[in-house]
């Protein structure tokens, strides 16, 4: 068996839609075509790079945790800025990761009574969980701004940059997450489907 | 009152659709409008849940994972899982146990070892003719056994969650949940082997002999030396439990790239990719619950089901059976991490102080958590067994009775008998 | 009104935590329940960095902290926390309840913070496998250290390798030999069981850097002046409530940590370590007004 022939896994959306956490087998009732129009496609790119940032991060995240190991056994130095950035380089991981996970519908929930709806209704109900999502997403972007400009002047032990760097973090997550759930929302009235940028 | 808003709005949220980790933001941002409080400060436990040293091991173990489904480490471990139990009554759902329970040694959640073993063996099994639901049910219940192996991140959640409740290293959390792991791995064998028999699953073939066990063990022997890596890292004290996840993934990289030559360069970036969604998804998860946490330990949830609880009864049998029952109850609708985070703060003093020990209720409370990974409204494994062995919720429900009376069993005895979880640790004091 | 004051120490009955508790009956009394604070310790509202921010938005009126927690807001907060400043507890205990004292208690108010009183945490010194007397037992020592600038210095001008790592990870680490060695006052040594894994406390007394009481500006500076002195003066009568049950507590974790097997180290060579010191106060007291301070309090007789 090649390795391109397992298909699902944790944020695998081929399979699961997770955010309404309805398994999308062959008899799925509602396969839309896909969104194409300028926005959307300006959403792909957006979740493209961010994805890109996002594996960059992370490949990041590891060698500084190894750098760690590293400094402590072969130079008996350890590298006190290490652990610092792995923490600063995770929360961006994470906060591209959300964002990306919203536009890929990879988030999970529940869809007990709306399966129950009229597709009429289903539709509605859907417009309105993305506008909770959009909801949060703007909160997130305007805290993490006041956090963000709150905390510049504090500069982080060990790193030398400010504390609201972290918070900055928020305000791209918020941001992206506003984008990609408006994105939804079109789709969903021009009875669309969002398609994953990269899988 | 703030209490009220806090579960009402959670509810409501759920109920509709939202996203469990946007419910609950969503509903901590309502309690803390109504509490006159600033949003912001919703966000900031976010930011504080998310960056704690060891969850940088999630990542790292999602990640190692995710390498390991491209680069066919799952695929020798079914073989070799196949060459040890594949000829006994209803063979490869026997294989499917064994296999599941070495992969979640070496992936580090449920969730990833039911996508690489159920993607192998739920398509294999019905093609020899099995049931959809006996394979989906066998895949989903042993890959349960990954929350307890030594690789998973749940362990290290539930180490930061006693944070300031009671000090559990990892270190004893990881031997204590050796245990439980193959106490859970004979109980699924257990319902594995009733409802092939009851359904009269055919035998396949006779036994290999032991050649070629060994064969494949060895083929598989590179991929399942990441646990020793692991554990051995842990143990002897070179690596911290997010150093050896890092290694983790360097050896997964090393194994899959230069050992098997398995692993493309895309199939590496699609690897990267898909770790950072997930990374995404679960971290999240855990800043948010630990903003719910916050307003739990302002409004005094955790004292106030203390006292509930002591009303009802003195008996720490009963304590420990009610701490089950609310613990299942939450885990059917609410995520594993969120469930470990939210929950920890509230039980762990009641039952410390009905004498269990804390180490041993992490293992209680990991079994009870992993249940709810395959119960509906929100059972995630079940999901994805579901869309790989493309059947309903409904139709798995059928041959379920067994392996959940199998889970119940094993949680009993953990709940019950401490040795099961404490006596491993005990002999590293 | 009920102050809502946080705390990360675990038990209801540590010494700052109880102190808090006792300014609240003293506080409520005075003002015929007018006042009254709520404690809510174990890290039940987040980590002291996260706690002070809350303070300076609004979601918090009081904080116990480590002093430390505030050097990177304040830098006079940097005083009391250099070490080898103090000769000795009784020193440390007469320049924080001197003109010193007030000068940095007032220093936070920029950040939108009132010091109010100052609890001590004792002396913090090195504990491993094996003594450390003088500077030449320190070279290489892996040593656990508090993730902060100053305390990689300290570290550093000690020889040793400094290893940044959380509180919960350092058992272990001593155990298994990724670090050799740790820091803290005698009550955490116990606290934690650390000298079950490092039985050799060697009495470095390195720093003794206080706790801190504080109290949102916004909210102190609506409140009456009386009101306000009842404020301080309700904190003052809990410092002397507190470094009373901090020596009992220090005496007894001292009991059991002996009883338990661990050798305390005395004979530490003092002046040696105090004058390796010279290269983190040129880096970190670089302020005529830092300068001043530390002059001053070395001064207090
Ligand atoms: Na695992
Ligand atoms: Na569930």
Known sequence: ?199 | MELTVLCISFAALLVLGVPVAFSIGLASVATVVYSGMPVAIVFQKMVGGMQVFSFLAIPFFVFAGELMLYGGIADRIVRFANSLVGHVRGGLGMSNVVGCTLFGGVAGSALADVSAMGSVMIPLMKKEGYDADYAVNVTTHAALVGVLMPTSHNLIIFTLATTGIASVSVFSLILAGIIPALLLTACNLGAAYYVARKRGYPTRGGFPGWAEVLKAFLGSLPGLLIVVIILAGILSGIFTATESAATAVFWAVLVTALVYKTLSWKDFLKACAKACKATGVVLLLIGISSAFGYFMALYEVPEKTGELMKSVSDNPLVIFFMINLLLFVLGTFLDMAATILVCTPIFLPIAVQFGMDPVQFGIVMLINCALGLNTPPVGVTQFVGCAIGEISVGQVMKSILPFYSALGLCLALVTYVPAFSLWLPSLFK | VEFRSADVHNSDDYPTVAAVKHMSEVLQQKSGGKYKIKVFNKSALGTEKETLDQVKIGALEMNRVNISSLNSMCPKSLVPTMPFLFNSIEHMRKVLDGPVGEEILQGCEKEGLVGLAFYDSGARSIYAKKPVRTLADAKGLKIRVQPSDLWVAVAAAMGANATPMPTGEVYTALKTGLIDAAENNIPSYEGFKHYEAAKVYSKTMHSMAPEMLVISKAIFDKMSKADQDMFRAAAKESVTFQRKKWDEQDAKALEIVTKAGAQIVSDVDLPAFKNAMAPVYAKFINTPDLQRLVKAAQDTK
């Open chain 1, 1 to 199: 068996m090649t390795p391109a022939a397992l298909p699902a896994t944790v944020a695998d959306n081929e399979n699961v839609n997770a955010a309404t956490g309805t398994p999308l087998t062959a008899s799925a009732t509602h396969e839309r075509p896909a969104s194409t129009h300028l926005y959307s496609r300006f959403c792909a790119f957006l979740s493209k790079a961010s994805l890109v940032l996002a594996v960059i991060g992370l490949i990041g995240l590891i060698l500084c945790v190894q750098f760690q190991v590293v400094g402590r056994y072969i130079f008996n130095d350890t590298p006190t800025w290490a652990e610092a950035l792995a923490l600063q380089l995770v929360l961006y991981v994470t906060a591209l990761g959300v964002a990306v996970g919203v536009r890929d519908a990879g988030h999970i929930g529940l869809e007990s009574l709306v399966s129950l709806l009229s597709e009429k209704w289903r539709l509605r109900v859907e417009i309105v969980i993305h506008g909770f999502v959009v909801l949060f997403g703007a909160l997130m972007a305007q805290s993490g701004w006041l956090w963000t400009t709150l905390k510049w002047s504090d500069i982080k032990p060990m790193l030398g940059v400010p504390v609201g760097a972290d918070y900055l973090a928020l305000v791209v997550a918020g941001v992206l997450i506003v984008l990609f759930s408006i994105e939804h929302i079109v789709a969903l009235i021009r009875n669309e489907e969002v398609v994953p940028a990269w899988n």
